[in-house]
T-cell receptor, first 111, second 111 residues
């Protein structure tokens, strides 16, 4: 158990819809990272938050947004969903200079 | 632009033999490298890391080698066990912040 909790585990929705993925980091970790893994692809970094502030941005679409709350949990919001957004979305938490610890992911299926 | 590359999508090895997984990177500013292991339906789990001041780090059956001049990283597993069958991701970062992941190598250890 990594200590990182992601909900829901599976999400099925339709094109054009909006969903919210949730992540609770390991106790004591101030950083939360979001990644997207599409079929046969590596982990694509989306965005990092550190103690409530955006720290780094990767290949995140404008239709996607994230935030980290005062209790350090984070949410990734995906809107105007397209078929190509179907993927595994991972959250990781960590401390500076330390390995990240990953949750088990949310599998998003767009029909 | 893929800054971290794992050119072998899959590898099969007999139980008891050595498994060698390879990784190449393009950014000479990367100074911290990690290997993660991923089982189906789970998130990646941290395996071993190495900083750029070293060229080798060992942890039990796992050894990571770093060749900075060649921008090449490898993971050796000796002896390989069936439970090692998983997807292995290498990752690289500059100063432990944003991590760049490879596309993964699927290792199968044959009993």
């Amino acid at each position: 158990d990594s200590g990182v909790t992601q909900t829901p585990k599976h999400l099925i929705t339709a094109t054009g819809q909006r969903v919210t993925l949730r992540c609770s980091p390991r106790s004591g970790d101030l950083s939360v990272y979001w990644y997207q893994q599409s079929l046969d692809q590596g982990l694509q970094f989306l965005i990092q938050y550190y103690n409530g502030e955006e720290r780094a941005k990767g290949n995140i679409l404008e239709r996607f947004s994230a935030q980290q709350f005062p209790d350090l949990h984070s949410e990734l919001n995906l809107s105007s969903l397209e078929l190509g957004d179907s993927a595994l979305y991972f959250c990781a938490s960590g401390r500076e200079g330390q390995p990240q610890h990953f949750g088990d992911g949310t599998r998003l299926s767009i029909l | 632009d893929q800054q971290v590359k794992q050119n072998s999508p899959s590898l099969s090895v007999q139980e008891g033999r050595i498994s060698i997984l390879n990784c190449d990177y393009t950014n000479s500013m990367f100074d911290y490298f990690l290997w993660y292991k991923k089982y189906p339906a789970e998130g990646p789990t941290f395996l071993i890391s190495i900083s750029s001041i070293k060229d080798k780090n060992e942890d039990g059956r796992f050894t990571v080698f770093l060749n900075k001049s060649a921008k090449h990283l490898s993971l050796h597993i000796v002896p390989s066990q069936p439970g090692d069958s998983a997807v292995y991701f290498c990752a690289a970062s500059r100063s432990g912040n944003q991590f760049y992941f490879g596309t993964g190598t699927s290792l199968t250890v044959i009993p």
